[in-house]
């Protein structure tokens, strides 16, 4: 099936998985909130306070699908696996193959969603969700903001990555969001703006409070085959990674094991994020607020006004950097952002 016979697919499925209740919504509301210039979603969604516990998942310590030992995520699921067949028939949408690699991939809704049609691109085979996204995924994922885009709808994909990036699931999995605004998250709309001293390289938002490194696509990339998509995007992640890996390297007191951090991917920039920890310690209430790829993209989730106003106290910027890591732009960065 095609991406855009999937994309096509989505919002019937979504229907037919709320009436049959095997998937869950929940109402949220969103505000507009500016923090040292910088204008965030903050999103309050009270009825997640009531999501059903999930089964913890259970580790076999030590091996991973690279065959490295390593800790956290990167190690193989034991017992339950929410993203292993079968699948529910009512949150699958398709299966997909990578020509090329001949990797197989499942499309499932999200089982609880917050914003409708938020879907999942899942490896059929276990991989795990602290490994580096392979091109194919990379492509995969672009052809789908691509057929969405052609029919008429909005999507930007994301990936949280390792222990500490607010992943909850060690299945591999991409994540897909539907927007209203066309010009994309919040943090999109930063990379937008950016004027760029050289195309090809890689830059940070100096705005942003945390550090970040970004890559913007040629001009017309959605004209491009997918061969020629997959050496533009696999190039612009590693190089991404590598400066994430090398923003980490200046933190002397990083957490042990492989790296954590988020991805962002739209049609125009791919963002990748590193990460320290995945909670913040709410100063004003105590409680944790976990935080994933869409606080990075200025997208925050709270689930009570206490928290929402404990978060707006304690500022967007400081709580985004204490789970990310302080920007080291004069030493790492190739190319410079200038906002405007
Ligand atoms: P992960 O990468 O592991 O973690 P996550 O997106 O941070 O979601 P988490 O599970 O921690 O949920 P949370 O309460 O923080 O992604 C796993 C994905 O698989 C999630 O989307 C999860 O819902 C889904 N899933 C779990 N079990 C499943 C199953 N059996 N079948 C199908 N899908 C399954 O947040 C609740 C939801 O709100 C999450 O979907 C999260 O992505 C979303 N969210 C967070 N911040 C948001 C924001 N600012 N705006 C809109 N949505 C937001």
């Known amino acids: 099936m095609s991406h855009a016979a999937i994309v096509t697919k989505i919002p019937e499925r979504f229907d037919g998985a709320l009436k049959s209740g095997d998937l869950l919504f929940f109402p949220s509301t969103v505000a507009k909130h500016v923090d040292s210039d910088v204008e965030y979603e903050i999103r309050l969604c009270p009825a997640l306070q009531h999501k059903p516990a999930l089964p913890t998942p259970h580790f076999d310590a030590g091996a991973s699908d690279t065959g490295i030992a390593v800790q956290g995520a ?3 699921l034991k017992t339950f696996d929410p993203f292993a067949p079968p699948y529910n028939p009512n949150l699958y949408v398709a299966d997909l193959k990578d020509q090329e690699t001949e990797e197989n991939y499942v499309v ?9 049609q938020h879907f999942l691109l899942v490896t059929k085979d276990f991989r795990s969700q602290a490994s580096p996204l392979m091109p194919s995924e990379l492509v995969q994922t672009y052809l789908f903001l691509l057929a969405a885009r052609k029919l ?3 999507f930007f994909a994301f990936y949280n990555c390792g ?5 909850s ?9 539907p927007l209203d605004d066309a010009r994309g998250p919040p943090i999109e709309k930063l990379a937008r703006d950016a004027q760029l001293e050289f195309a090809d390289r890689p830059f940070s938002l100096n705005k942003l409070s945390y550090a970040n490194h970004c890559y913007r696509f040629p001009y017309q990339m959605d004209t491009y085959p997918p061969e020629r998509l997959e050496h533009i995007l696999a190039d612009a992640f590693l190089r991404l990674l590598d400066l994430s890996i090398s923003t980490i390297r200046h933190d002397p007191d990083y957490p042990q094991g492989s790296p954590s ?3 962002i991917i739209t049609l125009e920039h791919i963002h990748v994020i590193p990460r320290r920890q995945e909670n913040h310690t709410l100063q004003e209430t105590g409680d944790k607020l976990s935080i994933n790829a869409l606080g990075f993209a200025g997208m925050l989730l709270v689930k009570s006004e206490e928290e929402l106003e404990a978060v ?3 500022s967007v910027s400081q709580i985004l950097q204490a789970v990310g890591l302080r920007s080291v732009h004069d030493i790492q960065v190739e190319g410079t952002a200038h906002e405007t």
């Open 74 to 76: 990167n190690r193989k």
């Open 169 to 177: 699931q060690p299945h591999k999995h991409i994540q897909f969001l």
């Open 108 to 116: 499932l809704l999200n089982k609880f969603s917050v914003v409708p």
């Open 312 to 314: 707006k106290k304690e």
């Open 261 to 263: 951090y988020n991805v």
């Open 152 to 154: 008429g709808k909005q």
């Open 163 to 167: 222990d500490n990036s607010g992943a």
